[in-house]
């Protein structure tokens, strides 16, 4: 029997055995190898992102297709993948679509359910189902761990699908963490003129290897971006700080009618937002959340060894609690199935 990692409670996970999946029209059951934990799991895990119980967290994922259920193609099975997170009419191939769906919106699908976080069991387990028009193969070069970063890479690529940023434009990343980090990488990928905030020297360090031009605490951060900036201020402000006050850091970062890229999901409300300074300085806010995974796994085949060790330690199933508890200072934590 597959077993699973459920969250019972904030802050507690059981190892229990479940009943074999089986494959219903326009789904697939996978049989999962490695699962990233990232902030969304850890709001989760604390209870932060409220969500009914018990359920299975784990949306970043590789594994082997096991099954597919009818109207999904056969070849799927034994290949190797990974899928995106939001189970769609589209991606289930139901009719009628939804209005989000007939719109362009598919992300937004109004029937949807959202793997490991809304209303549909996730990839800390030994199998988990998903809709068959989720699925990506993963290209032969790229390690299965190193391919679980397919999902926070397209993540970190939709940042800039919504906010295009131009070659020499300052972009301000707040918060260079797990997410924030693959934002930077990408950032300067794009040619733009990164400058990375964190309390942690550590991350400082690392963002500058993985493109930042700069990088400083927070309590410097103003002047610096200033100086960069002929005193304007930065014209993206990109918050991956995974608090509910990195909005208001951000706004002290950026240039008028500027932009900042609200990429935090920490579950909880921002408070004490200076809204007369959003309003006067003309500041655009844009949210941005699921992105695409082809490029993505385009970016994972080049860069993909250089991507590597952003991933600091494995741990089996059965850590899946302490892996969420001490994810937060670990970086990049993937649960691996078969590791013992
Ligand atoms: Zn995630
Ligand atoms: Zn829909």
Known sequence: ?????????PGHIEIIDHAPLTASPGSAIIQVKHAGICGTDLALFHGDYPVPLPHVCGHEFTGIVKEVGSGIDANWVGKT?????????????????????RNGLSAHCLERTVTGIVQHGGAFAEEVKVAGGTLHAIPDNIDPVTATLAEPLAA???????????EGDTVVVLGPGRLGILIVFIAALKGLNVIAVSRSSAK?????????????????????????TEGLGAKFVIDTTGHADGISQ?????QPRGTICCKTTCGLPATGLDMTKLVVDEVRLQGSRCGPFEPALQILKTHHEKLRPLITATRPLEETQPALESASVEDKVVIDMQCV
């Open 1 to 9: 029997m597959p077993r699973i990692a459920q969250l019972t409670a």
């Open 204 to 228: 400082q360090n690392r963002a500058l290897k993985y493109g930042a031009q700069k990088a400083c605490a927070p309590e410097s951060a103003e002047t610096l971006i200033k100086e960069n």
């Open 81 to 101: 993948v990974t899928a995106e997170i939001n189970n769609t009419c589209i991606a289930y191939g139901r009719s009628p679509l939804c209005a989000a769906c």
């Open 156 to 166: 970190a690529l939709q940042t800039f699908v919504l906010s295009p940023a131009q």
């Open 250 to 254: 951000a706004l002290q970062c950026v």
